[in-house]
Nanobody
């Protein structure tokens, strides 16, 4: 069964850091793009970052540029989202998703993810 499992969420103070993990299984990891989205209850989901596993292409939403970094460990079939200088506005449930491409349109419009993880909550207090 193809699936994604997120972990690493938690509660931090503003200015702190967290590293989220997205572990993939059940599909060919090298041929996909992995995207991170976040959603606050009652608000629209927004794209955070994505990475094309085969080419290494990375895209970031303007709100997180310079603070978040996406990376992968292909041997572990895991994508990481390193979040630094966290702000209360970063509070959300973070989801990873598998898509066929990493592009600004995926983050802006949501792309066409085929698989979603269950989400991991991040709370940043001021």
């Amino acid at each position: 069964e193809a699936q994604l499992v997120e972990s690493g969420g938690g509660s931090v103070q503003a200015g702190g850091s967290l590293r989220l993990s997205c572990a993939a299984s059940g599909f060919i990891f090298d041929d996909v793009a992995i995207a991170w989205f976040r959603q606050v209850p009652g608000k629209e989901r927004e794209g955070v970052s994505c990475m094309d596993i085969s080419t290494g292409t990375r895209v970031y939403a303007d709100l997180v540029k310079g603070r978040f970094t996406i990376s992968s460990d292909n041997a572990k079939k895991t994508v990481y989202l390193h979040m630094n200088s966290l702000e209360p506005e970063d509070t959300a449930v973070y989801y990873c998703a598998e898509d066929v491409v990493c592009a600004p349109t995926v983050l802006r419009d949501g792309g066409s993810p085929l698989i979603w993880g269950q989400g991991t909550p991040v709370t940043v207090s001021s």
